[in-house]
């Protein structure tokens, strides 16, 4: 089988390496020609692990039409706000082939899911559109370290993928909850960017632990908005992945909140960060999800409003603190 993977980023690669072991071939779409050429004849990505070789059943195309023609499976990880326009690009958009998201973010522009921009961009049965997410730093999926992950969808075909998408290293669940688990992959950016500042400012693990929990709550709310199960919000897309993006050194939404809680604007933290920090354009969208549904998201919109209204970081933590006492739920 050949294994399709619409991205070239740091989860992209790390993804490619993981599944070259699974797949006969594995398809590396990237827009940069330079990237491709490199890939295909150095077998190392220049912009993300150029450290790392890659096996040689790993190609890469900038023909993105080639990439979903050849493949029997795609594993979607460009950024949510692209997938879109990415998807556009396609001459023919009937598939009857597993697509799989593992990009994590909300559309800005429409307030959806990255699976449910794919089934409106794609002829596509919803059984076919699956969301991949969980507690997995791309470095160590590289490293061949334990990583657990849940594949959210149609539980009868995920099964199937499940055996495929599995390894030595890499275990994949299944749930039916397919927004459960999107809402956690996205959501728990915009609160790993708030335990950042935190922790950037200096306020301790007291302060990280109760941001961690009550942005789990958040986290809950958005779930019921969508109509997703809030237990889902407990398993490893949800809990498990923001406990690690949270407080890992590796997560690039906490080393981005770390940066503007030590003072740094957020072109100077993005600048330094260099890569997508996803939960950047999240809380736009969280903002927004606030406005529309009239819900109660302390800890998010403080955060929108750190990065986007000039909200001093310290003047954020007393505004939080601040707030009317009232009972836990």
Same mark, same amino acid.
């Given at each position: 089988?050949?294994?399709?993977?619409?991205?070239?980023?740091?989860?992209? $690669?790390?993804?490619?390496?993981?599944?070259?072991?699974?797949?006969?071939?594995?398809?590396?779409?990237?827009?940069?020609? %330079?990237?491709?050429?490199?890939?295909?004849?150095?077998?190392?990505?220049?912009?993300?692990?150029?450290?790392?070789?890659?096996?040689?059943?790993?190609?890469? $195309?900038?023909?993105?039409?080639?990439?979903?023609?050849?493949?029997?499976?795609?594993?979607?990880?460009? #950024?949510?706000?692209?997938?879109? %326009?990415?998807?556009? *690009?396609?001459?023919?958009?009937?598939?009857?082939?597993?697509?799989?998201?593992?990009?994590?973010?909300?559309?800005?522009?429409?307030?959806?899911?990255?699976? *449910?921009?794919?089934?409106?961009?794609?002829?596509?049965?919803?059984? %076919?559109?699956?969301?991949?997410?969980?507690?997995?730093?791309?470095?160590?999926?590289?490293?061949?370290?334990?990583?657990?992950?849940?594949?959210?969808?149609?539980?009868?075909?995920?099964?199937?993928?499940?055996?495929?998408?599995?390894?030595?290293?890499?275990?994949?669940?299944?749930?039916?909850?397919?927004?459960?688990?999107?809402?956690?992959?996205?959501?728990?950016?915009?609160?790993?960017?708030? $335990?950042?500042?935190?922790?950037?400012?200096?306020?301790?693990?007291?302060?990280?632990?109760?941001?961690?929990?009550?942005?789990?709550?958040?986290?809950?709310?958005?779930?019921?908005?969508?109509?997703?199960?809030?237990?889902?919000?407990?398993?490893?897309?949800?809990?498990?992945?923001?406990?690690?993006?949270?407080?890992?050194?590796?997560?690039?939404?906490?080393?981005?909140?770390?940066?503007?809680?030590?003072?740094?604007?957020?072109?100077?933290?993005?600048?330094?960060?260099?890569?997508?920090?996803?939960?950047?354009?999240?809380?736009?969208?969280?903002? *927004?999800?606030?406005?529309?549904?009239?819900?109660?998201? #302390?800890?998010?919109? $403080?955060?929108?409003?750190?990065?986007?209204?000039?909200?001093?970081?310290?003047?954020?933590?007393?505004?939080?603190?601040?707030?009317?006492?009232?009972?836990?739920?």
């Amino acid at each position: 089988m050949k294994l399709g993977i619409i991205g070239s980023g740091s989860w992209g $690669t790390a993804l490619a390496k993981l599944y070259s072991q699974n797949f006969e071939k594995v398809i590396l779409w990237t827009r940069d020609e %330079n990237v491709c050429n490199w890939i295909n004849k150095s077998k190392t990505n220049p912009k993300y692990f150029p450290e790392v070789i890659l096996p040689d059943n790993i190609v890469s $195309t900038t023909d993105i039409n080639e990439a979903f023609n050849i493949s029997d499976i795609i594993i979607i990880v460009v #950024p949510a706000q692209a997938i879109r %326009n990415v998807l556009s *690009q396609l001459k023919y958009k009937k598939l009857e082939k597993p697509i799989i998201s593992a990009s994590k973010g909300i559309e800005i522009s429409s307030l959806k899911l990255t699976t *449910q921009v794919i089934s409106e961009q794609l002829l596509i049965d919803e059984k %076919n559109i699956f969301a991949l997410s969980g507690p997995s730093f791309a470095r160590e999926v590289l490293q061949g370290l334990p990583t657990a992950v849940v594949l959210g969808g149609d539980i009868c075909k995920g099964r199937e993928l499940q055996k495929l998408l599995s390894t030595d290293t890499f275990r994949v669940y299944t749930n039916n909850d397919i927004k459960g688990v999107e809402i956690g992959g996205a959501v728990k950016n915009v609160i790993a960017i708030a $335990t950042g500042i935190s922790d950037g400012i200096g306020l301790g693990n007291n302060a990280r632990a109760s941001l961690i929990t009550r942005g789990l709550y958040e986290m809950k709310r958005i779930a019921l908005v969508y109509g997703a199960n809030s237990e889902t919000l407990y398993g490893l897309s949800g809990l498990g992945d923001l406990v690690l993006t949270a407080t890992g050194d590796l997560s690039r939404n906490r080393r981005f909140g770390v940066l503007i809680g030590k003072g740094l604007s957020v072109n100077q933290a993005l600048k330094e960060i260099g890569q997508v920090v996803e939960g950047l354009d999240t809380v736009k969208a969280i903002n *927004q999800i606030a406005k529309k549904y009239d819900i109660e998201l #302390p800890i998010s919109l $403080t955060v929108y409003r750190v990065l986007y209204e000039g909200l001093k970081p310290l003047e954020a933590v007393k505004i939080l603190m601040k707030r009317q006492l009232k009972e836990e739920f």
